[in-house]
């Protein structure tokens, strides 16, 4: 029992991610109709957001310090951070310290710039071309977007701790009645799971309570007669390629003390995260998040020590083999609807 | 000659003649001097241009003919590699057989992954190979490791059985696959002057190869065959109403890729007999779809020379560093030499898939066709240009 709830928690913060990524490909699909492969480079760059905030807090001017000396008897060199200048150093470590969740902040405008100028840029100008060719432009999008990143932040993995408070773990068997250090549960991934909840949500509010949104969901219904009443549905599109971009650089931002970020963790969640929306149903956003999480969730199962022991190697494939099996069976993916994408 | 129309009987006579006469071609500049670090004339590279070449055409028999866009043809490259790599430590070192093994493994791999992935299409098709692919991909280096060598990749021992030949050679070593007593790593060097040709046997039983699998799909591009496979593309649905089934039809092209796809990958163990899961990885499939897009999709020459290029550039920008671009722009001023260089430096040594990526971005955007259809334009824009001048203006004005 214990080993159920311990991987059902694993795949949580996995499936979170995956969920996260998934819903932004579905949103962009959804609205504009265009397959995007450079998903998965938005998802890094968000991360990305996270090291450059950090690197700019801890951006320090060297001062003598005349009480100390070195080991050779000169006046020792202290660097100091410019917080520390601007908040004083108590102040300034906690900022530093805290430089996660405050990329949130910075990386919401970024991602929204970074995707408003991607649509108006480069993805206009594909809504009439087939859909290999959006495949194609964005895979190649996505090939110098990465690029782009190694070229200033290098090829190694940059470790981006999260706050002091979140480091350790939760003993979640000792709360709920098991006995203790039988499920423990890193703070970090907690925090993970209802973030991205939290944004989901917000998402799904915002589309289902907001005029703005009921306009874009009629849009994605039948975008010609919505143009028809006198809406500019492409500008409202545009802002929906935005927030897409936002959800999925936040869930980079916040997946950053999980998993070092290197510049192609975009390309390894967006293969999952493309066969988490085909499993979903293309075009469906319930179907990607209840994808996301599912597949998540079914991944760590597979990596139970007992269902290799049966099956070895399924913890590698299980992903693409319940694809495979969903796309035979359910053509339309979970939730998919009627008339999206049916080739 | 050969059945062909005369076209492309001149096309791939050229190409056969391109191909046999590299080692002249790819070498034009004389060694030691300046330009020696452009030739492409050295027996490693050449041998990649005519096997990618060959996994090119492959590909573009499914994606240029049928339209239906693969993302997972590495894994029959790298089942094909295995496959010859397995015949060689079982059976004997001769090449011959260990072809033969992969072309058929990797055949038996498509049709089954085809028969499962095309029954959909779009990008529900693309999705479903890359699936299989990945999955091949992860259990080659996990699982499997007893036939596949996981991580190191499979790698010839000297205790193999190799039932046909020997284990080892009398000097205790490896042996080297081969032909009949030729062995695949010979090549003798020409001497001209100051200029030095390299003729390798492995190079030439590629090419040998390569111009045998041309041949084959200009048959295929031109049979009804291969007509009814552009009839799926541009209209599967108007095909289904006319009372036909087109999957046999786009099974059989998958199935002939795939073979040419392990055939490719059989080629790449002969010249060096060890493969790795790496070559089946969906950055792999992505480099063919790559080839195919930048050379042309659904033309003959395209995919060949879209494999080419890129095998050429990859290697050239790879090793151009900045003390050689300092050394080009040595005639500037010194303020613009530095500037020039620090613009340029992002796109070349280890920057060179930074080029490749906008590369092919302007080519999908700018030239769907690839680089047959800038070749193409330029022609037509050649010929638009002589015949004006042929025309003089006065004299096609309307009389009144």
Redesign the interface.
């Known amino acids: 029992m214990d080993a159920i709830i311990l991987q059902i928690l694993n795949g949580l913060d996995k499936g979170s991610a995956y969920a996260l990524i998934a819903l932004g490909l579905t949103l962009i699909f959804g609205t504009l109709g265009v397959?995007n492969f450079a998903h998965g480079a938005l998802f890094m760059i968000g991360a990305f957001c996270a090291v450059t905030l950090s690197r700019i807090l801890t951006l320090s001017h060297t001062i003598i310090d005349e009480t100390k000396t070195d080991f050779l008897g000169n006046p020792l060199k202290v660097d100091v951070p410019y917080v520390h200048d601007i908040f004083g150093v108590a102040a300034g470590n906690v900022i530093i310290d805290w430089a996660v969740p405050l990329a949130i902040l910075f990386a919401i405008p970024v991602m929204i710039a970074v995707g408003v100028i991607m649509e108006r840029g480069?993805i206009k100008?594909f809504y009439k071309r087939p859909?290999?060719?959006q495949?194609?432009?964005t895979?190649?999008?996505?090939?110098?977007l990465q690029?782009?990143i190694k070229?200033f932040y290098g090829a190694n993995p940059i470790p981006t701790p999260a706050p002091e408070a979140f480091k350790g773990s939760f003993d979640f068997g000792a709360a709920v009645g098991f006995d203790p250090n039988l499920i423990i549960y890193p703070y970090w991934r907690i925090i993970y799971f209802f973030f991205a909840t939290l944004i989901i949500g917000g998402v799904f509010a915002f589309l289902q309570f907001t005029t703005f949104g009921m306009v874009v969901r009629a849009g994605m219904a039948d975008r010609e007669t919505v143009g028809l009443l006198g809406i500019n549905i492409d500008k409202r599109f545009t802002i929906m390629f935005g927030i897409a971009a936002a959800v999925a650089g936040l869930a980079g931002v916040m997946y950053t003390p999980i998993n070092s970020p290197n510049y192609h963790m975009g390309?390894d969640f967006l293969?999952l995260s493309?066969?988490v929306v085909?499993v979903g149903g293309?075009g469906s956003l319930p179907g990607a998040v209840l994808a996301g999480f599912l597949l998540g969730v079914l991944e760590s199962f597979a990596s139970m020590r007992e269902v290799i022991d049966i099956i070895?190697?399924i913890n590698?494939?299980i992903i693409?083999?319940v694809?495979?099996i969903i796309?035979?069976t359910r053509?339309r993916g979970l939730m998919g609807r009627k008339g999206v994408?049916e080739? | 000659m050969f059945k062909l129309e005369k076209t492309d009987q001149t096309l791939l006579i050229v190409v056969g003649i391109l191909t046999l006469f590299a080692p002249f071609i790819l070498n034009p500049f004389p060694e030691g001097s300046a330009m020696a670090q452009f030739n492409a004339g050295y027996p490693d590279l050449m041998q990649r241009f005519v096997i990618f070449g060959i996994f090119a055409i492959g590909f573009n028999i499914l994606f240029g003919l049928t339209g239906y866009l693969s993302f997972g043809h590495a894994a029959f490259l790298g089942v094909g590699s295995y496959a010859a790599v397995w015949m060689f430590k079982l059976l004997s070192m001769n090449v011959i057989p260990a072809i033969i093994l992969s072309v058929v493994v990797a055949g038996l791999f498509s049709l089954l992954i085809g028969f499962i992935s095309l029954r959909r299409s779009g990008i529900y098709f693309s999705i479903l190979t890359l699936a299989f692919a990945q999955m091949m991909f992860a259990l080659a280096y996990s699982v499997l490791t007893p036939i596949t060598g996981g991580e190191t990749g499979l790698q010839l021992a000297l205790d193999d059985p190799r039932i046909f030949g020997a284990s080892q050679t009398p000097e205790g070593n490896i042996p080297v696959p081969g032909l009949f007593g030729l062995e695949m790593r010979d090549s003798f060097d020409l001497v001209m002057g100051s200029w030095v040709f390299t003729f390798n046997i492995g190079y030439y039983f590629c090419a040998m190869v390569m111009i045998a699998s041309f041949y084959l799909a200009i048959r295929i591009f031109r049979s009804p065959f291969g007509l009814m496979l552009r009839a799926v593309k541009s209209n599967q649905q108007r095909m289904n109403y006319t009372g036909l089934n087109t999957r046999p039809y786009t099974l059989a092209a998958f199935v002939i890729s795939g073979m040419y796809a392990g055939l490719a990958g059989g080629l790449m163990a002969s010249m060096d007999p060890l493969a790795g899961a790496e070559r089946m990885q969906w950055t792999a499939s992505g480099e063919v779809v790559l080839m195919t897009i930048l050379g042309g999709a659904g033309t003959l020459i395209g995919p060949v020379l879209g494999a080419g290029f890129i095998k050429y550039f990859e290697n050239i920008f790879s090793k151009i560093n900045s003390t050689i671009l300092h050394e080009w722009f040595a005639f500037l001023p010194d303020g613009l030499e530095d500037f020039i260089v620090a613009i340029l430096y992002p796109f070349i040594g280890k920057g060179w898939h930074l080029t490749l990526g906008i590369l092919f971005m302007m080519v999908v955007i700018f030239l769907p066709g690839g680089l047959v259809e800038g070749g193409q334009r330029i022609r037509s824009w050649l010929q638009k240009r002589k015949s004006e001048k042929n025309t003089p203006n006065g004299s096609t004005e309307p009389a009144e």
């Open positions: 397959v480069l100008h859909h290999a060719d495949i194609l432009v895979f190649g999008l996505a090939i110098v690029e782009v070229y390309m293969v493309f066969v085909v293309m070895p190697g590698q494939i693409y083999l694809a495979i796309l035979l053509p994408m080739d």
